[in-house]
């Protein structure tokens, strides 16, 4: 059974630092595309950052870039969202996705797996 299980989300001041944490299992991710969604409350669902090791490609939403960063293990079953620079519009819930295609994540935002996700809270 593919679990996808977050952590790391928390209560930060604007301007502040928080760095998420996913942890797949259940199947080998190595080839799959990881990455990060979020949906703040009375909002749809958007795309914030992928990241696909087997062919290097990342991608990052507008919003986000110079600020978030994805990474992952080297096993590539955990993936990592480093957050700086902590907006109060990035308060939200965030989601960890994996899918077998990069683009799949990337333009038709969406994914094949996706995690309970973890709250983000930015105060201002």
């Known amino acids: 059974q593919v679990q996808l299980v977050e952590s790391g989300g928390g209560l930060v001041q604007a301007g502040g630092s928080l760095r998420l944490s996913c942890a797949a299992s259940?199947?080998?991710?190595?080839?799959?595309?990881m990455g990060w969604f979020r949906q703040a409350a009375g909002k749809e669902r958007e795309f914030v950052a992928a990241a696909s090791w087997s062919t290097g490609s990342t991608n990052a939403a507008d919003s986000v870039k110079g600020r978030f960063t994805i990474s992952r293990d080297n096993a590539g079953n955990t993936v990592y969202l480093q957050m700086n620079s902590l907006e109060p519009e990035d308060t939200a819930v965030y989601y960890c996705a994996a899918s077998a295609q990069y683009l799949t994540m990337v333009v038709r935002r969406t994914a094949d797996y996706w995690g309970k996700g973890t709250l983000v809270t930015v105060s201002s």
């Open positions: 259940g199947r080998t991710f190595g080839s799959y595309t």
